[in-house]
């Protein structure tokens, strides 16, 4: 019939909170297809880009395309998923991203433009990118800029600069709400603005402590899904 069908023969389940984004495939696409599928009349098709779950708590993007001679069925398809994706709250629009350029083996940047990048553009997340040039940077930033218009703050570089952004973070906070950070006996005011970090650094241990690995394609997957955990924080006043 002219049912939906994809290019392996393998099925598979995809959770819908784990799909980066639904693109329906060109005409140059369509007919660059080989094996049953190129033997179809006019296919249409639309792939689904997801997350893929490899050992040791790493995440890869993966894809699967489908096909139909049906374009209603086609369109129907990518209506409902789409409309599915949107209707996930909790995933990014607008991030501020502050990169280390120093850390670690000073491949921040490089990691940043070739891993990263990529995949927020997939997932139409717009960005505005800060390249520090001196330490505190990123923590001084925060407490000037207005940071309402963003969805979270993503740290690249090492445990320093998550360390810099997560001071920035609760400061501004603290400072918006007339509380003394300094204080022994302030209660502090719980930040609604996420951090994400993509590892870039000598050690970093808080993103093994988070997401279990230190790799910058599963740490970009995890931020794309809007996926977050909460941490606790404490102060010692001497």
């Known amino acids: 019939g002219s049912g939906l069908r994809h290019q392996r023969s393998r099925a598979r389940a995809v959770l819908v909170s784990e799909i980066i984004a639904v693109e329906e495939k060109d005409d140059c696409e369509k007919h660059a297809s080989s094996g049953r599928w190129h033997k179809m009349e006019n296919p249409f098709a639309f792939t689904v880009h997801r997350v893929k779950r490899v050992r040791h708590h790493r995440w890869?993007?993966?894809?699967?395309?489908?096909?139909?001679?049906d374009e209603q069925l086609c369109h129907l398809w990518l209506q409902t998923l789409r409309g599915l994706l949107e209707?996930?709250?909790s995933r990014p629009k607008h991030l501020l991203v502050f990169i280390n350029p120093f850390g670690g083996k000073g491949q921040g940047k490089r990691?940043?433009?070739?891993?990263?990048?990529?995949?927020?553009?997939?997932?139409?997340?717009?960005t505005e990118i800060i390249i520090t040039e001196h330490a505190n940077q990123a923590k001084e930033t925060l407490y000037e800029i207005n940071t309402d218009s963003y969805d979270g703050i993503v740290c690249v570089g090492g445990d320093g600069m998550f360390?810099?952004?997560?001071?920035?973070?609760?400061?501004?906070?603290?400072q918006s709400a007339g509380i003394d950070?300094?204080?022994?006996?302030?209660?502090?005011?719980?930040?609604?603005?996420?951090?994400?970090?993509?590892?870039?650094g000598s050690t970093d241990c808080v993103c093994y402590s988070t997401v279990g690995t230190n790799d910058a394609e599963t740490s970009a997957l995890h931020i794309i899904i809007g996926d977050s955990l909460a941490i606790d924080v404490s102060s010692v006043h001497y």
Do not use: C, D, M
């Open 60 to 69: 890869k993007w993966a894809r699967v395309t489908f096909w139909s001679a």
């Open 87 to 89: 209707s996930l709250t």
């Open 111 to 126: 990691i940043y433009e070739k891993t990263v990048a990529p995949l927020f553009t997939l997932a139409s997340i717009t």
């Open 163 to 174: 360390s810099e952004v997560l001071h920035g973070v609760i400061g501004r906070t603290q």
């Open 181 to 200: 950070p300094n204080h022994p006996r302030a209660v502090l005011v719980p930040s609604t603005l996420r951090i994400g970090i993509i590892p870039a």
